[in-house]
């Protein structure tokens, strides 16, 4: 399968697809990835325990019956299991430690294999708790933010692997922006309600990073939900357990579903609660609705955001449709939805369901590039 279907990117990490194996605590190693995970965009493999203190509460976690990696040389342990990845994923490798210097050596390691660095924030075991990893990381902003900070300087692509609705999401997700995180691993579970996917929406409209989205990742339906909310990547975990096939599932329905509108992850409108890149399929603001409240916050006046609009359309196919609701393809809606006259002047000047998302993806870009107040202050 070709890269170039999604085009999905970090750095000097491609992703073939936008479905990942999450890490599980003494299951996801490169002998499960390789089994479970062949044809997935993206493996992470760990947690890993780095320093004394995380490998003595992994032991202990042990000693009462729970998984964990423990090794007495974690970073040869990663290496080893970096290499013995067999898919061509692109690899990330999850760690905890209750000090920064051992991450700091596992960024360089990584780095060097071309993978990447996901810092744990989200395991929450009290004993890790105590210990001050995993989720305490989340009840300590300032030490969180420095070290994304001296991690960066490694020159890693830098994942951090969240909780949700732990503590504020908008900030959280500003902070890890600013600090110069490159990814935001979402798990936006509620505790016996499944996925909370307003959550993963806060996420997208609070900074542009690459979202994974993660918690109740059973089949394609509950992954295009997480997509539609803005995730550009969604991970399983649990549901591989239940059903072995759960990766090469969702990776052939994204593939078929990209080819056959050409934006896998295209937003819901507005209107609909959709997140900022909604913007793209909104109406001309001509009366009152929700695309008023949404381009205010990234600064626009209703004539400022018309005219961007009307500039991305300019020698564009976009600037077609005279017969439409606005007189323009740029001021019409998302191709799953039924419209007969859109879909009538698409036909006649010869531009494919595709064609026509890829440039109303585009057209989000540009809104964005070009708002007064950039996303990650816009709340």
């Known amino acids: 399968m070709s890269d170039c279907l999604f085009d999905l990117h970090i750095g000097y990490v491609r992703f073939k697809n936008p479905i990942a194996l999450a890490p599980m605590a003494g299951i996801v190693d490169s002998a499960f990835a390789n ?5 997935a965009g993206l493996v992470i493999l760990g947690a890993f325990n780095l320093d004394k203190a995380s490998i003595a ?9 729970r998984k964990e990696f423990i090794s007495d040389e974690p970073m040869e342990l990663i290496k080893k299991e970096i290499r013995a990845v067999t898919s061509g994923s692109a690899i990330a490798v999850n760690v905890r430690s209750t000090t920064l210097e051992p991450l700091i050596e596992a960024a360089k390691i990584v780095k060097e294999e071309g993978a990447i660095l996901e810092l744990n924030a989200h395991c929450r075991q009290p004993e890790m708790l105590e210990a001050g ?6 009840h300590d902003l300032p030490r969180l933010s420095a070290w994304i900070k001296a991690i960066k300087e490694t020159g890693v692509v830098l994942s951090v692997k969240v909780r949700a609705n732990v503590v504020n999401d908008i900030e959280l997700a500003r902070l890890i922006d600013k600090a110069g995180a490159d ?6 579970g509620m505790e016996d309600f499944g996925a909370d996917l307003d959550t993963i929406l806060n996420y997208r409209d609070a900074t542009r990073l690459f979202l994974i989205g993660n918690n109740s990742v059973k089949d394609f339906e509950s992954a295009k939900e997480m997509f539609t909310r803005g995730a550009n990547m969604v991970s399983a975990a649990r549901g591989v357990l239940e059903n072995s096939g759960l990766i090469q599932e969702l990776v052939e329905n994204v593939t078929s579903y990209q080819q056959s509108i050409g934006w896998y992850n295209a937003p819901k409108h ?14 001309l603001p001509v009366k009152p609705c929700p ?5 205010r916050k990234l600064g626009y006046t209703a004539e400022e955001f018309a005219r961007t609009k009307f500039d991305f359309a300019k020698g ?3 600037e077609y449709g005279e017969d439409t609701c606005f007189g323009s393809l740029v001021w019409c809606c998302k191709i799953t939805k039924p419209c007969w006259i859109r879909d009538g002047v698409l036909n006649t000047i010869g531009l494919s369901d595709v064609e026509y998302m890829k440039l ?6 540009y809104v964005l590039d070009h708002a007064r107040i950039p996303v990650n202050e816009s709340h």
């Open 35 to 39: 089994q479970y995970a062949s044809n």
């Open 316 to 318: 564009t196919m976009l």
């Open 291 to 295: 695309v008023h409240e949404k381009f």
């Open 183 to 188: 990814i935001i691993h979402v798990d936006a």
């Open 57 to 65: 509460v992994a032991s202990a976690l042990v000693a009462r019956g």
């Open 270 to 283: 507005v209107c609909s609660e959709g997140d900022f890149r909604g913007l793209a399929f909104c109406c």
């Open 360 to 365: 109303k993806k585009q057209l989000a870009e």
């Open 133 to 138: 990893m995993g989720e305490a990381l989340l």
